[in-house]
């Protein structure tokens, strides 16, 4: 038994919902009102659970309703997205579907995409952001780029370049201060990316520096988040370089401290091995691999 209810139901139950009225929701869906009580009824009795209860005149959700409606609101959003998808599709393009973390998507990737597409006009993008480590093949994803170590089981990955971080602040945050030693950082606000608890510790042990303070602090889930809170006055966090060079530029951003780290991981693009001869996959990643190999210096050891 599959347990389907009607997307009928569902549209009604979730305009009631929103409108805490029956009438109103049946004058949105041009449905009477006795229509739309019915369909709801139909729900409550497929689900076994009362999603309405009356008080006085008025509707109001049950617990289970409150609950119920904010799913119905995810599969109705999805059903309308990919109907919307399916209504726009081409045959005549290749839709090339790519996974990026979000602020080397940002930063790096959208700015260098223009003149992929002017010289390949039958290729669509469908591009997504991921934080979290996903797989490939389930998520239907052609090309992703990935941070890490450069071997993943059943992909074929390529090195884009690797990453210093370095120490950025804003400017008024040091109030014409200059730091004598690391440690004065310390005095500071640290800010942390969330997913690498260490960078602050290994910044500080590459010059045969501990401190307490190095896992203490605020921390933000990407890097996005980390430079806005940086720029804000919020602290001092370790960006890679190539993130912020406009906000370096343009004196958004300070070095507090010139000493920077790298990384021991880099940035790749990868794809599933059996996609690789395929031309719209092999297209996009031979044209990022070339601009990273002409615009992107490697970093040097500090």
């Not at 497929?46 to 309703?65: A, D, I, M, Q, W």
């Not at 990935?146 to 990955?157: A, Q, T, V």
């Amino acid at each position: 038994m599959r347990y389907l209810p009607s997307i009928t139901a569902m549209q009604c139950f979730e305009a009631s919902a929103r409108h805490l009225s029956f009438t109103r929701a049946a004058d949105e869906l041009s449905l009477t009102q006795s229509a739309v009580s019915k369909q709801v009824a139909q729900l409550e009795s497929f689900l076994n659970r009362k999603l309405f209860r009356r008080v006085r005149r008025s509707l109001c959700l049950t617990p289970e309703g409150a609950i119920y409606i904010g799913e119905v609101r995810k599969i109705l959003a999805q059903l309308e997205m990919s109907s919307q998808y399916i209504m726009s599709y081409n045959n005549q393009r290749d839709v090339l579907r790519v996974a990026t973390l979000p602020t080397f998507g940002s930063r790096w990737l959208a700015p260098r995409l223009s003149t992929f597409l002017d010289r390949y006009p039958h290729i669509s993008l469908d591009c997504s952001e991921k934080v979290e480590s996903f797989d490939l093949e389930q998520e239907g994803i052609d090309i992703a780029f990935f941070y890490g170590h450069g071997s993943w089981p059943g992909l074929e990955c390529h090195r884009l370049f690797g990453e210093e971080v370095m120490p950025v602040c804003a400017p008024e945050l040091l109030n014409n201060h200059s730091p004598a030693s690391p440690l004065e950082l310390t005095r500071y606000r640290l800010l942390h990316l969330s997913t690498r608890p260490r960078c602050w510790h290994d910044w500080f042990a590459t010059q045969d520096l501990t401190t307490e303070h190095s896992y203490q602090g605020n921390r933000f889930e990407t890097f996005h988040m980390l430079l806005r809170a940086t720029m804000a006055g919020c602290g001092i966090a370790l960006l890679p370089r190539f993130l912020i060079e406009d906000e370096l530029a343009s004196g958004q951003l300070v070095v507090p401290w010139s000493h920077c780290l790298t990384s021991a991981n880099s940035y790749y693009l990868v794809y599933p091995e059996r996609l690789g001869e395929g031309e719209k996959v092999r297209l996009f990643a031979d044209y990022l691999l070339n601009l990273a190999a002409a615009g992107m210096t490697e970093p040097t050891p500090s």
